[in-house]
């Protein structure tokens, strides 16, 4: 999608995709095991991130999407991100207002725009059978197994012979 949350090259062989809600204990959990797998597949892997705040069991969730989403507006959205992650306990609007000076930001977010783009996350998970966070793909293909790190590895490993291996059926075919 356009409004895609990012980091790796573009034009990376693997790409892991993250719907995640940033209230959620194992999204948080998630976090470090996606900071190692970058490290381990480093250029060869692509990550992004989405949106997928679980309001019912997360009433915290959106508002720090929100926030998040401000972020972004301002070249900020990883380190907010990240910072969101690690102090999941802590996202009651003091938090948030207190998160929001520490990167300069006006405000907590809340915009039409970051609804929107949030909604846009959401409704792009509903369509792709989320329905629990963290949710993963791999290379577009829905991540069944678990989310430590051998779990992720194996998947995207798995992934990367597939996609040679369609490499070489293109030149052979």
């Known amino acids: 999608m356009d409004n895609d949350h990012a980091q790796g090259p573009a034009d990376a062989p693997l790409t892991l995709l993250e719907y995640g809600d940033y209230q959620c204990p194992s999204t948080g959990r998630a976090f470090g095991v996606v900071e190692r797998l970058q490290l381990h597949f480093a250029e ?10 679980l309001v ?23 380190g907010m991100h990240a910072l969101l992650l690690s102090h999941q306990n802590s996202l009651e609007d003091p938090d948030l207002s207190r998160y929001a ?3 300069g ?15 846009a996350d959401l409704a ?10 963290p949710a993963f793909f791999v290379n577009g293909v829905p991540h069944e197994g678990g989310f430590d790190f ?3 590895v194996t998947a995207i490993e798995r992934a990367a012979v ?7 059926e293109g030149v052979n075919g």
């Open 56 to 78: 019912d069991q997360h009433p915290r969730a959106m508002p720090a999407a929100l926030l998040a989403e401000a972020a972004a507006d301002a070249g900020s959205f990883w």
């Open 105 to 119: 930001l006006p405000g907590t977010g809340g915009t039409r725009v970051h609804y929107e783009r949030v909604d």
């Open 162 to 168: 597939q996609a040679t291996e369609r490499g070489r």
């Open 124 to 133: 792009a998970g509903r369509a792709a059978g989320v329905t629990r966070t």
């Open 150 to 152: 051998g779990s992720l």
């Open 101 to 103: 000076e520490q990167f």
């Open 44 to 53: 060869r892997l692509r990550f992004v991130f989405r949106h997928f705040p």
